[in-house]
């Protein structure tokens, strides 16, 4: 699935509440050669979901192996899935889960068919509310704060530093804390058929 999934309330805003907001350097070299930083900014353009989660795209490539020189960085929105042979890289910041209210998740699991696909609709067996799946492999680091990461059966609590592989299973977060978590995810395209 690769369609735009900014639609529930993309602005541009410097400032999420007890966050600070990520600084994008990217290199690039002169026409004789030499190597330079080509800019450095403070990322703005995010898009917020109905439960306060706040999402932007710091890199994204479209195919693989990627042009060094290719500019994929600053790109409006976010898009669930990366490219079929590409990839994204993006800043999440999760609010506590006590700064959810009831409209905002159930608005959130409305949306979650236009955000998933069918993926996001499925719910074998249990009703954990977010819960979903993504048709990629995503490779998270927690930068600050914490989050749960529940499964069908089980979760397991992710620290600053930690990592986690989440290869398309279906899954919802949970921050339990009382502050914001923040998570850097490269997400990869993934095929979920047990055949192929």
Known sequence: MSSDISGTSETA????????????VVTGERADGRSIISSDEVVTDWT???TGLSV???WRADAL???ANADASGQPGVIAAPAASGLAVRFAVFPPDHQIDAQGMADYEASMKDLYGDQGTERPGNEIAGMHRTETVDILTVVEGEIWSIM???????????CMVQRGTRHAWR???DRP????????????????
């Open 175 to 177: 921050n339990r804390s």
């Open 48 to 50: 917020h979901r109905p």
């Open 152 to 162: 069908d059966e089980g979760e397991a609590l992710l620290r600053k530093g930690d």
């Open 13 to 24: 805003d410097d400032s999420i509440t007890g966050v600070t907001l990520p600084r994008r």
């Open 56 to 58: 932007t795209e710091i």
């Open 181 to 196: 978590c923040t998570v850097v995810v490269v997400v990869l395209p993934a095929s979920l058929s047990q055949t192929e």
């Open 65 to 67: 192996p990627v042009k």
